[in-house]
């Protein structure tokens, strides 16, 4: 049967291929060593931390436990690590390739430049994930594991351990939807896409104090409102924290309202991410 | 044109008044061609167009003016035309971490071949470059030559109708070059459309069924390198006379009417002549000998594709 009369098993083939390249690419690139030590810091801090609970021999609160991890979840990992991790991988799918002058590889191919954005954009989620996802995982563990076997296993099978988890694991999920798509357009747009990423920084952290119609086209709005576990906001602000306004999420949205925004966002990204790499030219004298 | 042949279309390559611009930049300017099978060459020098006219073609770069058609397909739709074209860029670099086989498997791929076809399709493409013994090593680790060569293999692999090659002789040493060749009018005689670029003009010269001359982003002549010779009318042609008295000779061929110059040969064993209408001189010359000349040989100074270059952009003169 030919190609054109079953595309989507073509497209399917050669999503495939496009992703054999980038993943190996994206997940073994020595420039990207960063990523996994943004990516696996909360893993070392949580050893450490009940490495350190152990030699003392105190008794950890999971209650306790488990609102430091929602704090370094929200704060540092989703608006750190994930946020500049998915600015490493996603811009770099075509900003990359132009600065190397190598993305006529894949323009040399009877590829649908549609298809291309949709191979390269899943190589960059699974890679992002594969790290995130790990990393997610692996703090989970770190954080809890020097609890008596017992509280363990209560909290895991019979409290909200392991849907807490899935739920951490989806919002990294959801989240390296939402930043992917944002940063691969951004890559493709802009020659210099760390201007439109330092925009998307700030407008992230001020997003809670924005007009409601801009928080939803925020990527953390979404994320927060998905959150199992809630940022003490008000311990923050009594202290007088700097950092305070970060845990707002004033009028949280449902969670299947959350879902949708992020899909809808991610899907506006790369549809016209789609549309601009259809139309781009390969002139790498001008870079 | 080339040819003209409007019931082909679709066995062409058809450049309808297209255009160019990088900015202010002309890239090339107002390009009407209609490039049947066959070798065809692209000559010029650097910023002629050459790279342009076969970015345009292939759709790496989108014309800001004019219509483009290969083979009935339009370039702007990547996934028809790369089944049927395969294009040898003058980009020098590659994916990262590659082997040359790697390179050629990977894009094979990429048209939804499954594994056992793409990795024979890969190893016949690679044979056939003469790169077998080095397909497992990293391109980064190749010389200019090879990579050269790989970014043939890719080319070709995937059997296209239309090959599109931009300096594909470029970094070859002479051994290669002459196998290149030979693949290349191996290719034309099993009715390829090879659309070859270069500045190198004695090598297109010689292999060429066509050529396309190239300068500023303007075509100034296109068509068998003869006819193109005989479209020149207005420049006069050069004849190189070997002789024993050619001061004499210069001074008597130069009362001719269809003389526009003679001047003496560097080596001073013999005369250059200009004329307008070759056949015309032929003829005085026939008489002029029978005076006592001792004229040994008499040969076009400049049918090939370099002198009449030269002539077309004015940038000097053949002295063969």
Known sequence: MSASERPWSLWAAQTAAIMRLELKKTLLARRGLWIYFLAFAPVFIFVVHAYHQLRTGQVGDIGNDTHIFAGIFQLFFLRLAVFFGCVGIFINLFRGEVLEKSLHYYFLAPLRRQVLVAGKFLSGLVAAMVIFGTSIVLQFFALYWYFEPATRQEYFYHGHGLAHLAAYFGVTLLACVGYGSVFLAAGVLFRNP?????????????????????????????????CPVSVPAAIFMDQGNPLAFLAVNPAPASAPAAVLGIVILSVVALAYSGVRVRRMEIDYGTE | MIAQDPQGADRRIVFED??????????????????????????????????TLMNLMTGLVRPTRGRINVLGIRPDEPERLFRTLGYCTQFDSFPRGLTGHDFIYSYLRLFGYQHEQARQLTERAIERVGLSEAAGRKVAAYSKGMRQRIKLAQAICHNPSV??????????????RAETIAL???????????????????????????VVLLNSGYVVAEGQIHSVRDEIEEHPMQILIRCSRPADLAARVFREDCVVEARLHPDGNGLLVKTRDADRFYLALNRIAQDGFNVESVAPADDDVLSVYEYLVGTGESTK
């Open chain 1, 194 to 226: 760390l201007i439109p990423a330092v925009v998307v920084l700030v407008l992230e952290a001020i997003s809670g104090f924005l007009p409601s119609f801009l928080q939803h086209i925020s990527v953390i709005f979404y994320l927060k409102s998905l």
């Open chain 2, 18 to 51: 297209v255009s160019k611009f990088y900015g202010d930049v002309l890239g090339v300017n107002r390009v009407n061609l209609s490039i049947p099978p066959g070798i065809t060459s692209l000559v010029g020098p650097n910023g002629s167009g050459k790279t």
């Open chain 2, 163 to 176: 090959l599109v090659l931009d300096e594909p002789l470029n970094g070859l040493d002479p051994l290669i």
């Open chain 2, 184 to 210: 290349f009018r191996a290719l034309a005689a099993e009715g390829l459309h090879l659309i070859i670029s270069s500045h190198v003009l004695h090598e297109v010269d010689v292999i060429s069924d066509q």
